[in-house]
């Protein structure tokens, strides 16, 4: 997708469920999922969490939905980029437009790796009407987006709150973000699933807990 925004093309993958031929008029839940830095929008195929998600989804285990991965190519913090502009603004209608979506908040989904979940709670807190589900895997908050969480969670209509999974390494040597944020969600009394698994910040940890991603973000629909 070319974009003037951006100093290169905004790029992003899409994997639809099995038999979405078959059905032309069925309509699916799209789920985001973000990369970790350094890393581009093939590391959750890498690690194999679409190749789970579509075994499962075509033997029944879960409900079937779209998985879009976008390409994020630089580090900046969200004011010094266009990526939550142009992912907003241009890609998702243009997703929307092109495959056979729900377009409702209750049928979309975000979640990342590491600064990606970074990105999946900066999308979800800042459009709560856009997205209905959070997933964040070894979060890592932007630090411009520290001082207004709290205020954006405050923002969000109790009824209208997301679902919201974190999840970290009992190793993890930057356990902050995290810990931080799920402390704010007791605090608030939000509702979330908090885990803290064995490992550490890296891709052997996030390769662990796959099924557990898949069946947790099906479970939403």
Request: hydrophobic fraction near 40%.
């Amino acid at each position: 997708m070319e974009n003037p925004l951006m100093y290169e093309p905004f790029k992003f993958s899409v994997f639809l469920p099995p038999c979405y031929a078959l059905y032309p008029n069925q309509h699916y839940p799209v789920l985001y999922l973000f990369h970790g830095l350094f890393f581009s929008n093939d590391q959750w195929t890498r690690l194999g969490f679409v190749e789970i998600a579509e075994k499962m989804m075509a033997s029944g285990q879960i409900s079937r939905f779209i998985i879009v991965l976008p390409y994020d190519p630089n580090g900046r913090q969200p004011s010094a980029s266009a990526f939550d502009e142009v992912f907003i603004n241009q890609a998702l209608p243009y997703v929307d437009a092109t495959f056979r979506t729900i377009t409702d908040r209750s049928g979309r989904a975000v979640g990342g790796l590491s600064r990606g979940a970074g990105w999946a709670i900066h999308f979800g807190l800042t459009h709560p009407e856009l997205f209905g589900t959070i997933g964040a895997h070894s979060p890592v908050i932007f630090w411009e987006d520290e001082e207004h969480i709290s205020a954006w969670l405050d923002s969000i209509p109790r009824r209208d709150l997301p679902r919201i999974y974190l999840d970290i390494g009992d190793k993890d040597p930057n356990p902050l973000s995290a810990q931080t944020f799920e402390a704010l969600l007791v605090q608030k009394n939000i509702l979330h699933e908090w885990h803290v698994n064995p490992g550490y910040h890296n891709e052997a940890y996030w390769s662990s807990q796959l099924e557990a991603y898949v069946r947790w973000y099906a479970a939403g629909w």
